[in-house]
């Protein structure tokens, strides 16, 4: 074969390798896999939690006769709900119709109840991811009290009742529980209650039975040294594509903008509040959905940042609190530092409000005992309150003891913090400090 023909073969074949290997550059795909624009900047701030955790009692009391035994201490809280979670309950009805005012106050203060009681009202639904309902189709219903009659009955069952104590709107389910629970409750709680639990007293609010301790109950109060969290890393959680995000400084601190969003951080009080102006809140809600994915919506970006409990819902506002607690009492401020807000819309978030910051480190020097007023004390300031038109005690729904959080002189180098115990009365909703008496006495020197 002559030296040319072998030339142009393999130039032939040159060229025809080139268009092949250009043919499949052009037409060539990989396969990558999908990326949601939501997964590329997950982010967990913090902590997941599950509702068992964020769903709890604030406090109970046992009634044996006329003597009433109550607590507000978180590890027997756990403790009774430890036993609780591991009842079956069955045979849920509503009875509603068939219980009276008088005999609503003795199903709920009747001898040898439990009384376990919820800041605010809870889904049945949201519920059943603590307690074991046998029955799976449950009501739409909530309470704010659970009741267990541990009498010894000489029945296979006891009944534990499901209460909305509310006046004007009171609804009772009745379940039952196999006696066989009873004696571990018996073992576990109610046999330590008269060594370990404090003494009240009842009293009539709103025509609603309130407990009230007998001596001064004794408290403690702190200064913590505080840990803040990244703002940055809430953008990164908060909006749905953080690249698109500009930032800007306010008068407050910093201000996170899109296209559609913005997120406020006020850099003094380290909080900070997301708004999605596109999703109005829409009437009303359905209670579980509402508390449903107000978890998951934090959860989702581990936002759980210290221990804070459910503590409020409107249903007419697409609206729901959690609360900071502390030694199992809720804290309390002026200034939104205490709570996690979300107010919903449609099918989103439409406004989220929170702090930005956890309890680090309680300060030794600073922890020291408190007692803060007896039962019949409290009732003394609440009479000389209503006198000087400070208050109107008719209208009380609740009363507690929690933590007043105030920041320190030294807040802004230090970030210190300082809490203090202190009555609350719940009125309309909403819970307000109890003034002292020396606040009350210049209150009425005001008005000679």
């Not at 060539?28 to 964020?54: C, F, G, H, N, V």
């Amino acid at each position: 074969m002559k030296y040319e023909t072998v030339k142009s073969i393999i130039l032939i074949m040159l060229v025809a390798v080139s268009i092949f290997l250009t043919w499949n550059i052009w037409t060539y795909q990989p396969k990558y896999d999908t990326m949601d624009s939501a997964d590329a900047y997950d982010i967990s701030i913090s902590e997941k939690k599950e509702t068992k955790s964020l769903i709890k009692p604030f406090k109970f009391f046992y009634h044996e006769g006329d003597k009433v035994w109550g607590t507000t201490n978180e590890i027997e809280i756990n403790t009774l709900l430890d036993e609780m979670m591991k009842w079956n309950i069955s045979e849920l009805n509503n009875i509603t119709n068939s219980v009276s005012d008088k005999a609503l106050d003795e199903m709920v203060h009747g001898d040898r109840r439990l009384e376990i009681i919820f800041p605010d009202i809870v889904p049945f639904q949201e519920y059943s991811n603590v307690l074991n309902f046998e029955d799976k189709s449950l009501p739409s219903n909530s309470f704010d009290r659970i009741i267990v009659d541990t009498t010894d009955n000489n029945d296979d069952t006891n009944i534990v009742y499901f209460v909305k104590y509310r006046e004007n709107e009171s609804s009772v389910f009745e379940g039952r529980i196999n006696s066989n629970y009873l004696p571990l409750l018996e073992k576990e709680v109610i046999r330590e209650i008269p060594y370990n639990y404090a003494s009240y007293f009842t009293s009539k609010f709103n025509k609603k039975t309130l407990h009230l301790p007998v001596e001064r109950p004794e408290k403690i109060s702190y200064q913590y040294y505080t840990k803040e969290f990244s703002t940055e890393d809430f953008k990164l959680a908060l909006f749905s594509d953080p690249t698109s995000v500009k930032k800007d400084y306010s008068s407050t601190g910093e201000e996170f903008t899109d296209w559609t969003s913005i997120m406020r951080v006020d850099t003094e009080n380290n909080t900070l509040e997301y708004v999605n102006p596109a999703e109005e809140p829409t009437g009303s809600s359905n209670l579980n959905q509402l508390v449903e994915r107000s978890i998951e919506y934090v959860n989702d970006h581990g936002g759980w940042t210290d221990n804070y409990q459910f503590f409020s819902a409107s249903t007419s506002e697409n609206k729901i609190d959690y609360r900071l607690f502390l030694q199992g009492l809720p804290v309390f401020d002026d200034r939104d530092m205490s709570v996690i807000t979300q107010v919903w819309g449609r099918d989103s978030i439409n406004r989220y409000e929170r702090p930005y910051f956890s309890l680090k480190l309680s300060i030794p020097s600073y922890i020291k005992k408190v007692k803060v007023p007896s039962g019949s004390e409290l009732l003394t300031i609440l009479e000389r309150a209503e006198n000087a038109e400070m208050l109107e005690r008719q209208y009380i729904e609740d009363v507690a003891i929690g933590y007043k959080l105030k920041k320190e002189p030294n807040w802004s180098q230090l970030k210190i913090i300082a809490l203090e115990p202190s009555w609350y009365y719940k009125l309309s909703g909403s819970w307000i400090r109890l003034p002292s008496m020396e606040e009350i006495k210049e209150v009425e020197n005001g008005l000679e």
